[in-house]
């Protein structure tokens, strides 16, 4: 080995160590961390808002509880003579299997079909 090889040697040897030194502080100052020493954000103390909104949910709920519900308008003839008069809307195919797919020719004769085979 010559001289310059030592040395190139020698600061490569440097440069990794260096390298090591740094990722090894850098693990301890992100990793090596323990808990915060404030954790007061972790503690669950109810604010007075907090506690006038749960009064008032609580008040809400007991008032819901309580209440009676009529069930004498079923009874009622009025009521019975009503009738239901709703339509049964058919299921229809309705837009393109596929609407992500680009529209070409193709696309819209095998919609076609397949709209006019169900």
Request: hydrophobic share 40%; aromatic share 6%; proline share 7%.
């Amino acid at each position: 080995m010559n001289m310059n090889t030592k040395h190139t040697s020698k600061k490569n040897l440097i440069l990794g160590a260096a390298i090591v030194v740094i990722v090894t502080v850098a693990m301890f100052y992100f990793f090596g961390k323990g808990p915060a020493e404030d954790t007061s954000l972790l503690k669950a103390e109810p604010s007075s808002e907090a506690a006038m909104v749960g009064a008032r949910v609580l008040s809400l709920l007991t008032q819901i509880k309580s209440l009676q519900i009529d069930t004498d308008l079923f009874l009622d003839p009025a009521y019975r003579t009503l009738r239901d008069y709703s339509v049964v809307v058919p299921p229809q195919n309705v837009g393109r299997p596929n609407p992500f797919a680009p529209l070409s020719s193709n696309a819209r004769s095998s919609s076609a079909t397949t709209s006019s085979g169900r």
